[in-house]
């Protein structure tokens, strides 16, 4: 079955500090692996990932994928109480329309 | 550009009514996506439509649930004889053709609260 794993499920740190989360996934006819923001409302686009090794960046957040070893990190630097949220990780496949969401990590970062 | 729009936002229904939900793709998107969260639960893939036509539904339940997105007017998810467990926030994403996931956007949802 494919599946979307990604860890930790919560997460609380102070502003500024620097977090890590991540996703591993296990699903056939891999096409990309996408990260959303979810705050209280609609999950907002932050990054499609198809390609090995290319790091994503947009501001303090940045993002890459390891095809080999199935699994991509979503890096955010100098945590700000703005980026607290639920981070959901996805995977595209090219057989499938519908994209396979993870739990998502719940972020809270303390002021 | 008003994005994926969908109403109503809360929606309270009494065991046993039918729920009714509906999500307005954006502009010049011809494919719609209805998806289920449940309380601390990713996003589960539910329906896939186009213009009249039902394309995935591999993720609708048998039973008490049905989509459909006809020519003129919104998607509309219908969910007959709603119990408990159907207490979950439906969100609807569109995109201007298959494949473009950059451009898959997500509603607002709709919050449903069966009592």
């Known amino acids: 079955e494919d599946k979307v794993v990604q860890s930790p499920l919560s997460l609380v740190v102070h502003e500024g500090d620097t977090v890590t989360l991540n996703c591993s996934y296990e699903?056939?006819?891999?096409?990309?692996l996408l990260w959303y923001k979810q705050e209280k409302k609609a999950p907002t686009f932050l990054f499609m990932l198809t390609s090995s090794g290319i790091e994503k960046k947009s501001g303090r957040l940045s993002s890459i994928l390891d095809k080999k070893e199935l699994f991509s990190i979503l890096n955010i630097t100098a945590t700000q109480t703005g980026d607290s949220a639920v981070y959901l990780c996805?995977?595209?496949?090219?057989?499938?329309?519908?994209?396979?969401f993870g739990k998502g990590t719940r972020l809270h970062i303390l002021p | 550009n008003a994005g994926v729009m969908q109403n109503p936002r809360h929606l309270v229904r009494r065991r046993g009514q039918e729920a009714r939900l509906r999500c307005s793709p954006m502009k010049g998107h011809s494919h719609v996506y209805w998806y289920r969260q449940l309380p601390e639960e990713g996003l589960k893939f539910m329906v896939y439509l186009q213009k009249e036509n039902i394309i995935d539904e591999s993720g609708m339940p048998k039973e008490r649930f049905s989509a459909e997105f006809p020519k003129e007017g919104p998607s509309i998810l219908r969910i007959q004889q709603v119990v408990r467990g159907d207490s979950a926030a439906y969100f609807c994403?569109?995109?201007?053709?298959?494949?473009?996931?950059?451009?898959?956007?997500f509603g607002s949802g709709t919050r449903l609260t069966v009592v």
């Open positions: 996805a995977v595209d496949q090219n057989r499938d329309d519908k994209i396979i």
């Open positions: 994403a569109s995109s201007p053709y298959v494949g473009e996931r950059r451009g898959y956007t």
């Open positions: 699903v056939t006819n891999f096409r990309s």
